[in-house]
Every structure is written in C-alpha cells, then in structure tokens.
C-alpha cells in the first residue's frame, strides 16, 4: 500500500503490473481495492483508500463502473479464450468515462494459451493512455517471458504463520486449538487456511486414511469415494481441483508423519489422535515404500495443478498408494 501511495503521489504509476505469488494471499483483493482508491473521486489527501459514498465508489460497490473490468477464465473453459482476451484488450482501449483511469484487473494469467498471450502483448507493447492492466497470476514462469517483461512484477509474499492465524480468528473459522496447525498448513496463505478448516475435508481425510491403513485397502472404493467426494463440491473444475489439491497435502503430511515414525523417529505434523492410524500405517508398510508413497503424491500435486485430468490423477494416486501392499503382503506372508 505504501509503495503504491508513493508512486500515485508521485504520479509514477505504469501501465502494467504483475501481481505474481501463491493462491489464497491477497493478490485480487489489493488489486479490487486499489481500483477502488484509484476511481474513486472523494479520496482522502494522501491515503490509497476509498471513500465508500461517491458516485464512482457506489457504481463500483454496484458492478457497473464504466471504467473498470475484471476478466477471468470462464469456469467451463480449461484455458483463458482468445475472444476474451480481445474484449479485455477493447476494454482497455476505451477512453475513460468518468476520470483519468481505465482498469482492467486479469485474473487466472497462468491459464492464458498463445494465442490470449499474444493478443494480450500487442496491448502490453502500446498500452492505451489512461489504461492501467494488473495481471494476477500463482506462476509467472508459465507467462511469456516478453509479458513479464512488460509489466512491473510486485511480488506477494506467504505472510507468517501468526498473522494466518489471526485472519482466521477474525472470520471465527476452526478451533482455537486447531488453527496454527490450519495456519501451518496453508503455507501462509490465508485463503487457503480458510478453505481447509472445511470440517468436510477433515472427515474425508480420517475416510481415506483409515481406508489406507487397513489390511487390504479397496482401491476401486477409494477411489469412487474420493471422486464422490469432489462431486460434492460442485461442478467448477478448479474447486474440485483445489479440493483435490488440499487432500493430496494432507496425505503427505501423514506420510511424512508414517515416515518419521518408520525410522524410529516422532510424529510432528499430524493430529495425537492419528496416532492409532499411523502405527497401523507403518506396520504395513515399510520405509522404502513410504518414500516411493510419498514421491507419487508430490507427483499427483504437480499433475493436479498442471490439469491434468482430475479423475485421472485421482485414480493414479489412489492407485499407487494401495497397489504393491498385496505383492507385500503376499512377500510377507511367505517369508
Ligand atoms: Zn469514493
């Protein structure tokens, strides 16, 4: 906020910036809320702030700004559109309205395919006076180096476990007790902290562990029931996929827990009460195991966030996760 107050009082603002860094930490809402500030007529003296109550702050507040857009992958399309990213290059051309500025805020960049990338560098090479372009993306290396180049790149950083935290006292979301683990795991994204206090995922997790941890884990039920339970959430294919996402890192976490616990080492990152899951876990399956687990699940991350089909790499993980027990067990059975 600093930054930014400091170059619209020095009348530095570029045309183009690129908010990079992990989902869930804020990037949208700073650029939503310095569209604001920079529309708005009523504008404190020397604060990047909103007044709320003039004309151009209610049309805001309504969705109707003549100056102002916000374009995002629609959630039916697996890539950003090439026809939408025209309308977003026209909406930038427009004059401005009402003042000095036109905003477009691009969310979901890291989904633009050649062709919205290269529409959108043409825009980028001779941004329209007035305009202002803030881009949003998780991975600027997925961007075309020359878009990066042409942006300013503001970087958002995790914020600490602490301030996590009391975001989520603030929304009263988890237990008291709960929450520095929920903050630990969201990697200092609040957003993410919030989607995984969810008590449903919770109750999954224990399902799918204890499927695990049993002597002869089903994998075809597993699997239908982790796909189930995806359905639940709904038909948008990136939910579902940061659903999918969340249980992936929860399972790591316990494997990472099976792992210490193989070693003859102590548990840090799971809850006391999965201790009974745990020990049933390592019984069945030993170090060397738990490590090939552990390397297909960082797998099924990497696959998940690449998009590679949800059902697919479900199946694959659940797969490997409770395939090979049986030869195990059968090796076991005849030593
Ligand atoms: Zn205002």
Known sequence: VRAFSDLISRGRLAHAYLFSGPDGIGKSLFAGELARALLCTDRPAGRLEACDHCPSCRLMEAGNHPDFFAFRRPEDKVEFP??????LCQSLALKPARGNHKIVILEDADDLNEESSNTLLKTLEEPPPGSLLIVIVTAPER???????????????PLPARTVEAILEQHEVGETA??????????GSPGRALELADPALWKFR????EGLASPRPDTVDLSRQWTEFLDETGKDAATQRGRASLI????????????????GGTPTLTEPTDERLLRQFSERVDVDRCLKILERCFDAHFHIDRRVQLVLAVEALVHALTDGDAGGMTARKLN
């Open 143 to 157: 961007l075309l180096p020359t878009i990066v180049s042409r942006c300013q790149v503001v970087r958002f950083h």
């Open 82 to 87: 090439v026809e939408l990213a025209l309308e």
């Open 206 to 209: 224990t399902t799918l562990l």
């Open 178 to 187: 709960q929450r520095p683990r929920l903050a630990r795991m969201s990697g």
């Open 248 to 263: 992936v890192g929860m399972l790591i976490d316990f494997f990472h827990d099976a792992l210490r616990l193989g070693v």
